[in-house]
């Protein structure tokens, strides 16, 4: 069982910057990937980012230079730094991860890019 909990959402301005974080429970963080998602308002969900257990980093053409994912084990966490915020950055970010044939997921932070 993995529970996931985000947190780090809010409101920035365009240019702005917010930093998120997945809380991860469970003996099974440092093997597993997690993915960052996320779901703009009317749309469907989105791969943003995803880091493996060994750290090799993979981002979506629309945040590659901006968005930088990590992870620390030692605090079964895992970030997601965003700069240069854009307004159709906007949307609800998930923490994900599939273990045992399992999809499990968080429940979201909301993030609103707007002036």
């Known amino acids: 069982q993995v529970q996931l909990v985000e947190s780090g959402g809010g409101l920035v301005q365009p240019g702005g910057s917010l930093s998120l974080s997945c809380a991860a429970s469970?003996?099974?963080?440092?093997?597993?990937?997690v993915n960052w998602y996320r779901q703009a308002p009317g749309k469907g969900r989105e791969s943003v980012a995803s880091?493996?257990?060994?750290?090799?980093?993979n981002y979506a053409d629309s945040v590659k230079g901006r968005f930088t994912i990590s992870r620390d084990n030692s605090a079964n966490t895992v970030y997601l730094q965003m700069n240069s915020l854009k307004p159709e950055d906007t949307g609800v970010y998930y923490c994900?991860?599939?273990?045992?044939?399992?999809?499990?997921w968080g429940k979201g932070t909301l993030v609103t890019v707007s002036s």
């Open positions: 880091i493996t257990t060994s750290g090799i980093t």
């Open positions: 994900h991860t599939y273990w045992s044939g399992m999809n499990y």
């Open positions: 469970g003996s099974i963080f440092r093997i597993i990937t």
